[in-house]
């Protein structure tokens, strides 16, 4: 069954149900409820909606651009995506957001501590060299930084955590792989072939959640890179959590929501099938591959509160 439409139909309803009247910078108005989570099991499939069709080259793009460090839209709308345009200023930039945060923070001039810094590749030093250290952050919320974004980042940070596997979980693992069984297998043997001997969890922090156009983003994108970096240090992908702040839904999408919730949320998990790349910045779109991937029609020019 699809875990990511039962978890994400919960929030919905948790906001429909609890949610209080509240204003808003976009004057659009909303439901809004504080502090909410969410949770889901990359041993269950892959988490992308299936009540609603999720535009996934929009996903991948945008996440490729970001660890480009790119804050140009340029790169977007060469590949055909639009979602950033309405924030963009006449040349097509956004300001220092997201991938100027993660791989060069900093302002680019060597001081006496150093040149900027790519918080990205020291996030998979760590994972490499101290896999247990409680350190292994990437922040996007620069305060020197935030009155030049044309909008402050949403989901401000994430935090990776590691931890061994039993034997059992890497037998496991390993028999997913491997249509024979392999005799008298050893950790040993699991070793001469590779199999992780770690477990690789992600965990996002975001201050404002747009719940129906938003989120169901968020949890694709935030999967796609835990996945990323489980493949560059090869360990198993565990779980990703999501702490949300501002859990909204805008007034103008009540009616999409109410009928999304009608929908069937029993269908098969999809499944990725991501290719090797040597680096974590050098993947391509093409590298990327989401199987068995079959849902509802999702709606057209539902409105974004900008």
């Known amino acids: 069954m699809a875990q990511a439409d039962k978890t994400y139909h919960r929030l919905l309803q948790t906001i429909l149900s609890e949610g209080l009247s509240k204003a808003d910078r976009t004057r659009t108005g909303t439901k809004s409820t504080f502090g909410q989570q969410v949770r889901f099991n990359m041993g269950e499939g892959f988490p992308l909606l299936t009540t609603k069709k999720i535009h996934t080259k929009s996903i991948i793009h945008e996440l490729l651009w970001f660890l480009k460090g790119d804050t140009n839209v340029e790169y977007l709308q060469n590949n055909g995506v639009t979602i950033w345009n309405e924030w963009a200023d006449s040349e097509g930039e956004l300001g220092p957001i997201y991938g100027k ?56 940070g994430f935090q990776l955590y590691t931890r061994e596997l039993t034997f059992t979980e890497r037998f496991n693992y390993c028999s997913a ?9 050893t950790h040993k043997k699991m070793n001469a072939l590779r199999i992780p001997t770690r477990e690789i969890s992600l965990m996002w922090n975001q201050r404002s959640v747009d719940t129906f156009l938003g989120l169901p983003f968020n949890i694709a994108s935030y999967a796609l890179l835990l996945h990323m970096f489980a493949q560059q240090v090869n360990m198993k992908p565990g779980e990703l959590i999501g702490n949300l702040g501002d859990t909204h839904i805008y007034n103008n999408h009540y009616t999409y929501v109410k009928e999304q919730l009608t929908r069937n949320t029993n269908r098969k998990a999809p499944q990725l099938k991501l290719r090797k790349a040597d680096n974590i910045f050098s993947y391509k779109y093409e590298d990327f591959e989401i199987l068995n991937y079959e849902a509802d029609p999702n709606w057209r020019n539902v409105p974004i509160a900008v």
């Open 101 to 156: 945060q993660w791989v060069a923070w900093g302002d680019g001039l060597m001081t006496k501590y150093g040149y900027c810094h790519n918080q990205i590749q020291t996030a998979l030093n760590l994972l490499r060299t101290d896999p247990n250290s409680r350190r292994i952050l990437v922040s996007a919320w620069n305060v020197g930084d935030l009155k030049d974004m044309k909008l402050p980042p949403c989901h401000y």
């Open 177 to 185: 792989f491997y249509e024979e069984t392999i005799p008298e297998l």
